[in-house]
C-alpha cells in the first residue's frame, strides 16, 4: 500500500488509516468500505475536512437498500473506526451509533441429515457448462464448510500449500480477529481434499484451492450464487425476509457443522461439557460466548433428547393403565 489509492478530500487519512490498521496486523477487511467512502465524499464534492452526522449518515444510505443488517453493521464498524482515528489527528469528527437490529438476532436455518445428503447429491450431480471448473470446486467447498465449519472467506483464500495431505490438517492464516489455527479434518475429507489437491497441482501452478482461469481466488459472489442454485434444485426453499435480513446462506454449513457436531457426541455419550471448548477452538472463537450462539435446539436433538430421557425414565415414572 505504497501509493495511495483515495481521491477525496480525506485522501491522505483514509490512506494512513488503512496504513495503521495493516501495520497494527489487521486484515485488510475495510479496504472495500473505505473505498466506497471515498467514492461518496467524491460524488458528493465535500470540501471541509469535517466527518459530520449528515456525512456519514448520507454514505450508509447510499450504499443500498437491500442490505443486511450485518453488512451495515459492517459499514458502520469502518465509519466509528475512522472517526476514531480522525479524532486522534485533532479533526472534527461524528462518530455514529451500531444499527438498534443487532446480528446477534440472526437465526440461522440448521440443515437436517437428511438435507444435508441432499445437498451433496445434487452438487455432485451439477453440471456448469460455462464454468466448468465448478464441477470439481463447490461440491469441495461445500464439504469443506460442512466438514470443518469453516467461514466462507477462509475456505476461499486457502492454499494448496496451506494443506498438509500427510496429517489431514488445513492450516488456516490471519482469519476472523487476526488469529491462526490448525483445523484437522475427518479421514473421509482429508482423504477427498488429498486428491483434489492431486489434480489441481497436476493441471496448473495456480497456488489457490479454488480460482478462477485467471489464478485469482473465488469471490464470495461465485460462492453463493452457486449455493442458491444447489438448493433450488435440492427443493430447500429459501423464505421470503424483510430487507436487510439474513437469510438461508453458506454460513448456515457453519452453524449445522456445529449443531451436527455436538449431536455426534451427544449420541456417543460424551461429555458436552468437556467437549464444547475444544469445539470454540476448532471454530476459531476467542471463548465460549462466541461458540455458544452457535448451539442451537432443532427438531433431531429434541427427538434426541426425548429418546435419551425416556430411557433413563423409564423405571421412575410409571406407566397410565390404558
Known sequence: MSENPYSSI???????????????????????????????????????????????????????????????????????????????????AFITDYPLSSTNAY????????????????????????????????????RLLYGCGLRLGEALVLKISNVDTETGVLHIFNAKGNKDRLVPMHLSLADIVGKYCLILTGASDNP?????????????????????????????????????SR????????????????????????????????ISVYLGHNNLMGTQKYLHMTAENSEDIWKITNALAKEIIPGVPR
Open 107 to 142: 437465526s440461522p436455518y440448521i440443515f437436517s441429515a437428511h438435507e444435508v445428503e441432499n445437498i451433496f447429491r445434487v452438487v455432485d450431480n451439477m453440471e456448469f457448462p460455462t464454468n466448468p471448473e465448478a464441477k470439481i470446486q463447490l461440491p469441495m467447498l461445500l
Open 247 to 278: 437469510n438461508i446462506c453458506l454460513h448456515c454449513l457453519r452453524h449445522t457443522f456445529a449443531v451436527h457436531s455436538l449431536r455426534m457426541q451427544c449420541l456417543c455419550g460424551i461429555d458436552q461439557y468437556s467437549t464444547a471448548p475444544a
Open 10 to 92: 480525506f485522501r491522505e487519512e483514509l490512506h494512513g488509516f488503512a496504513k495503521l490498521r495493516m501495520s497494527r496486523g489487521y486484515r485488510n477487511d475495510m479496504e472495500y468500505s473505505l473505498h466506497k467512502l471515498d467514492k461518496y465524499l467524491v460524488a458528493e464534492k465535500i470540501s471541509e475536512k469535517n466527518l459530520t452526522p449528515g456525512i456519514v449518515d448520507g454514505w450508509i444510505a447510499s450504499c443500498g437498500n437491500g442490505l443486511t443488517t450485518g453488512t451495515v453493521t459492517n459499514y458502520v464498524k469502518c465509519a466509528r473506526k475512522f472517526a476514531e482515528y480522525l479524532l486522534t489527528l485533532g479533526i472534527s
Open 208 to 244: 489457490f484451492l479454488f480460482a478462477t482461469s485467471d489464478g485469482a481466488a473465488r469471490k464470495r459472489v461465485w460462492a453463493r450464487t452457486r449455493f442458491r442454485e444447489v438448493l433450488t434444485e435440492a427443493g430447500i426453499t429459501i423464505p421470503s425476509l424483510p430487507p436487510r
